[in-house]
């Protein structure tokens, strides 16, 4: 199984300025590659995800990710955040072929005007 | 189109007792999955179904948690006794067989243990 690490716990950040959030995984076999966020007391919502083709990919309210094989990397990030993007992100990876979603630990993104 | 419905959203029961979670994944999914989420931590899988088959349940505690899904649709998991440790968010997924791993995920429950 894979092993993700996010590299950040806690992100401030203030409104309208961009934020980046890192996220590692251990394998370099062809995956499929997930960032979900919860927003507190909800469960955990699909952002994007890439599962083959270009690897930027991007979610429909600004946030954009980018597949980077030879690192193994999926960083998300957004160019200017809302208040309303206050929430844990987790970065989530599985292999090809097989069920079985590993997650990070998450990061909380804390956005203040 | 219906989300994954979990319940209850909180429970609050003292240690050893037992405890009963509920869950109905989207019309059409046929692989279901319960996942742990203690407090800072990212998700971490107890069990999963296809269908009304158990076929991955390694990192379930056999001891005190069991799982059913008759039918292949509703699920419940269960903690008999609870202990101080279990306290966590019990969370729901389903998934469509063959979609991508893409998992649509329900509200959790919040489990306290007293």
């Known amino acids: 199984a894979q092993s993700v690490t996010q590299l950040d716990s806690q992100v401030p950040v203030f409104e309208e300025a961009p934020v980046e959030l890192r996220c590692n995984y251990s394998s370099s076999v062809s995956v499929y590659l997930f960032w979900y966020v919860q927003y507190p007391n909800q469960g955990l919502q699909l952002l994007l995800k890439?599962?083959?083709?270009?690897?930027l990919v991007e979610s429909i309210n600004g946030f954009e990710a980018e597949f980077n094989k030879s690192q193994t990397s999926f960083h998300l990030r957004k160019p200017s955040v809302h208040i309303s993007d206050t929430a844990e992100y987790f970065c989530a990876v599985s292999d090809q072929g097989d069920y079985k979603l590993s997650f990070g630990a998450g990061t909380t993104v804390t956005v203040r005007a | 189109e219906a989300g994954v419905v979990q319940s209850p959203r909180y429970k609050i029961i003292e240690k050893k007792q037992p405890v009963a979670f509920w869950c109905n994944p989207i019309?059409?999914?046929?692989?279901l999955y319960w996942y742990l989420q203690n407090l800072g931590q990212g998700p971490e899988l107890l069990i999963r179904y296809e269908n009304e088959e158990a076929v991955d349940d390694s990192q379930l505690p056999k001891d005190r948690f069991s799982a059913e899904r008759l039918k292949g649709v509703d699920s419940t998991l269960k903690i008999q006794p609870a202990e101080l440790g279990d306290s966590a968010v019990y969370l729901c997924?389903?998934?469509?067989?063959?979609?991508?791993?893409?998992?649509?995920f329900g509200p959790g429950t919040r489990l306290t243990v007293l």
């Open positions: 019309s059409g999914h046929n692989t």
């Open positions: 997924a389903s998934s469509f067989r063959g979609k991508n791993n893409e998992q649509f």
């Open positions: 890439y599962l083959s083709g270009s690897t």
